[in-house]
C-alpha cells in the first residue's frame, strides 16, 4: 500500500469509521528506536501498530530467525557468566530446540525461491561464524543481557519515556563500557541512526566517568562494526 507521510497529522488520527479522533498523546506515552522507525518508513504502520495497537496478520521468518539466534547468544553468554564455556555442539542443540519450538501457522515465508530450512541454516551458520570469530576470545565481562531501560522526558509539558532493549552491555579490561547490538539484516555504520547513540545516552546517564563504545555485530557479513 502506499504510506502518506501526512496520514498523521498533529496530534489526532482518524480511529474508526464513525469520524471520532484519539489523542496521540492519550495512546502513545512512550516511544522507541523501533517505533520511530516504523514512522519514518511508513505512517500508516506507525498507526496500526502503536497507536491503533492492531496486532500483525504474521511474523516474518526473517525476525523469527534473528529472534532465534538472538537468544542462543544470549544463552551463550549466560554460561560465560556463570564460568561455563558454553560449546558450540551445545549452542547448536539450543538453536535447534528454539527454532523448533515455533509456531509456524503464523511464520510466513515472502521472498520466493527460499524454504524454511534455508533460514534455519542460514542462523545456523551465524552462531558457527561468531562463537568462533569472537566468542571464544571474548575476554570482556558482560554487565548486562537484554536490558531493558528507559529514558524520562519532557516534550512540550509533556512526560514521555524513551525505551529501549540492549542486547548485551559489556566491560573491556581497559574499563570500556561496550554497548553491542547484534543485526542478522542490513548494517551501516553505528552512528548513522540513532538507535546505539541512544543506548549510549543511558549509559552516560549511570557512567558519566567511563568511555562508552558503540558495536554493531553483523552476524549476516561476519564482521563487527
Not at 81 to 99: D, F, G, K
Not at 103 to 111: A, N, P, R, W
Amino acid at each position: 500500500w502506499s504510506c502518506p507521510m501526512t496520514l498523521v497529522e498533529k496530534n489526532t488520527i482518524d480511529t474508526d469509521t464513525s469520524g471520532q479522533s484519539t489523542d496521540i498523546k492519550e495512546n502513545l506515552k512512550g516511544f522507541s528506536f523501533s517505533a520511530i522507525s516504523t514512522f519514518k518508513s511508513c505512517a500508516r504502520a506507525f498507526e496500526f501498530r502503536y497507536i491503533k495497537k492492531i496486532p500483525e496478520a504474521f511474523n516474518s521468518i526473517e525476525a523469527y530467525m534473528g529472534s532465534s539466534v538472538h537468544e542462543v547468544l544470549e544463552w551463550m553468554y549466560k554460561e560465560k557468566q556463570e564460568e561455563h564455556e558454553a560449546s558450540i555442539e551445545v549452542a547448536l542443540e539450543q538453536y535447534n530446540q528454539r527454532w523448533h519450538s515455533g509456531d509456524f501457522e503464523t511464520i510466513k515465508i515472502v521472498k520466493e525461491n527460499t524454504t524454511r530450512e534455508d533460514y534455519y541454516l542460514q542462523g545456523r551458520e551465524y552462531i558457527i561464524d561468531y562463537y568462533n570469530r569472537v566468542y571464544l576470545t571474548d575476554n570482556s565481562s558482560t554487565l548486562y543481557l537484554e536490558k531493558k531501560f528507559e529514558i524520562p522526558m519532557n516534550v512540550d509539558g509533556s512526560e514521555i519515556v524513551y525505551r529501549g532493549i540492549i542486547d548485551r552491555i559489556a566491560k573491556g579490561p581497559d574499563g570500556t563500557i561496550r554497548v553491542i547490538d547484534y543485526k542478522t539484516g542490513k548494517v551501516g555504520h553505528p552512528l548513522d541512526t540513532l538507535q546505539l547513540p541512544s543506548y549510549a545516552i543511558y549509559i552516560f546517564l549511570h557512567n558519566i566517568d567511563q568511555q562508552v563504545e558503540l558495536c554493531y555485530e553483523d552476524l549476516k557479513e561476519k564482521r563487527t562494526v
